[in-house]
């Protein structure tokens, strides 16, 4: 079905087919709309092609959260408050469910899609650290197949991915926390909410015998995307999460970011934000393990 507003053809497929049809004849005339956040903030500012297809007649088939192996699969539309009222959510991925309650205001969470905040490829979308940390495919199917993609393959810069113009996302496959791990989501923005992050930060940190066997550190907006932090993991590996170790850390994803100076921040302040944002989820995971009993 398609209907035209003023001089914006709106596409409205009623099945998955339907839909990767039009893209593979529109391509990148048409724009893909799912929970149409960012989507109206592009139209408002007049950047906003001529074509929509309009994902909302499949919700039936995309709008689903299941498990898969260890972990979760979040279908294309299953909006934020779908995924923060999931059980399966909480129980396998509370880090990323931490990163989806910071997230707009309740109307942009009923809305808006985790799926969406991927596809938008911006550096300070929010899901995006703790896919990074957590580990996550990206389906994307076309008419002549489906590739999936893993997420820190798909990312190329600033609104940039390996998805082609004929293809649409229809799921995220996310892996599980490990258990007896803990993760943290930290970030800053200019107010503290409604605001795109200064800089945000995921982590995910297991023990054995009292020192740390995995570290996985992710920084958003401090590069083109959302990078991983060596320098920072390589210090945690194998230590026991003493404060010395934690602001080691937190300096080394200070020296493994690689900000710009923009409206929002400088980059001086930005290495600054990461250090005392990874020192402050550290310290708070080294806390919660300690509370549990985990080593
Ligand atoms: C007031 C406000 C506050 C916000 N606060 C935050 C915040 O705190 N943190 C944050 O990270 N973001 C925030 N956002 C941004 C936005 O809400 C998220 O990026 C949201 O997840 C986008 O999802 P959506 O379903 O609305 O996507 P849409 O707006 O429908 O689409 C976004 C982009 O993804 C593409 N797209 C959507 N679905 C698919 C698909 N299945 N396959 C391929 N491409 C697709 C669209 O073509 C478009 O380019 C905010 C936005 C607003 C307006």
Known sequence: MALRYSNIKVYRPESLEEALTILSTRKEKVRIVAGSTDVTVMMRSGTIEEELLDLSGLRRSLAYIGA?????????????????????????VPLLAEAMRTIGSPQ??????????????SPAGDTIPPLYVLGADIVLEGISGTRNISVDEFFLGVGKTVRRPDELITRIIVGGQPPGSRGFF???????????????VAGLISLDHGVVADARIALGAVAPTVIRAPGAEGRLKGEELTDDVMWDAAEAAARDAKPVTDVRGTAGYRRMVVASLVYRGLSRVAYELEVAGID
């Open 68 to 92: 898969s192996g260890d972990g979760v699969e979040i279908g294309a539309l299953a909006t934020y408050m779908m995924l923060l009222s999931n059980v399966l959510v909480h129980e396998r």
């Open 108 to 121: 942009i969470r009923n809305m808006g899609t985790l799926v969406g905040n991927v596809a938008n490829a």
């Open 186 to 200: 930290e970030k800053l923005g200019l107010r503290r909410a409604m605001a795109i992050s200064v800089v945000s």
